[in-house]
């Protein structure tokens, strides 16, 4: 079985979204209840609706501790 993909949990501390309520907030600080609004509705296509997708279901599972590492000033 494969782990994550390094790439995209390091997209997810350092990209920013790019519109919405929450325009400019890191992706994985995004709340809960915003990536289930957009598991409901829709994810965007592309690449920030398939990291989106990946922080639900991250969230959902309780896998947090894995962006832990990541994140600015955790090194």
Do not use: A
């Given at each position: 079985?494969?782990?994550?993909?390094?790439?995209?949990?390091?997209?997810?501390?350092?990209?920013?979204?790019?519109?919405g309520?929450?325009?400019?907030?890191?992706?994985?600080?995004?709340?809960?209840t915003?990536l289930?609004?957009?598991?409901?509705?829709?994810?965007?296509?592309?690449?920030l609706?398939?990291?989106?997708?990946?922080l639900?279901?991250?969230?959902l599972?309780?896998?947090?501790?894995?962006?832990?590492?990541?994140?600015?000033?955790?090194?």
């Open positions: 079985m494969n782990g994550p993909n390094p790439q995209l949990l390091k997209d997810l501390v350092e990209m920013k979204m790019p519109f309520k929450y325009q400019g907030k890191q992706l994985c600080d995004l709340p809960e915003y289930v609004w957009f598991k409901q509705k829709g994810f965007p296509q592309g690449k609706g398939m990291l989106l997708e990946t639900y279901e991250i969230k599972n309780g896998l947090e501790h894995l962006l832990s590492p990541l994140r600015k000033g955790s090194y």
